[in-house]
């Protein structure tokens, strides 16, 4: 049995009017997930609205959380919260949580988001970890891409589980822009990134873990990319909340 296909559509800090939740959660709703997993990253002030309002086996992923759970902690979410909702993932380590494009928020380690991920799974629920590279890493080449992407991965060595963890590789150099890395650029650096898996963790790990590509995925380039044998699925941004995302979707199942 090959790896099951997963796609994820980040709202990021989106959409301005909650009027327009009812039209994207429409959108998510007539996608055709029997073949592919689906789940979606609502802002934080707009989870509570849509959690439960997916029909068709979509899931709902917040876009970060604390690792402490409930308590005096001001502006975080905890998983206690999510997992009484009946959440089933989290995203964590999302470039732009990492400190990418200028925001002047505090970047976020690679140990920090272990720790967090560890909470989450012990608390029963699935992390989407986002991992990658910057354009300057990016120019030096294949070898200088992985060995950045692996400061990212080895904090995660000892809990990285296929059933339990999926990794979103984001070519930070093509979020937002426009810009998709090739499809032989992407092929090229999930295989690195599985082949690192393989002789670092186990080879029955690398062979089931999905790894998602994560840069300007959108309906025209998604067929394409969706054909890489290391590429199981997309984390779509700004494209998640157009009606072309059922076609990423069905790109990949």
Known sequence: MGRRPIVGGNWKCNPAEISKLDGLVANINACDTSGCDVYVCPSPLHVGLVYNKFTNGACVAPQNC???????????????????????????GHSERRGEFGLPTPVESSELLATKCKYILEKGMKCIYAIGEPLPIREKGIDAVLAYCVEQLTPFKDILDPET?????????????????????????????????????SPKCAEGIRIQYGGSANAKNAPELSACADVDGFLVGGASLKPEFDVDVSAKS
């Open 66 to 92: 604390n690792f402490k759970g409930c308590g005096a902690y001001t502006g975080e979410m905890a998983v206690d919260q999510m997992v009484d909702m009946g959440m089933k993932w989290c995203l964590i």
């Open 165 to 201: 963890v999926v990794l979103a590789y984001e070519p930070v150099w093509s979020i937002g822009t426009g810009v998709t890395a090739t499809p032989e650029q992407a092929q090229e650096t999930h295989a690195a990134i599985r082949k690192w898996i393989s002789e670092n963790v």
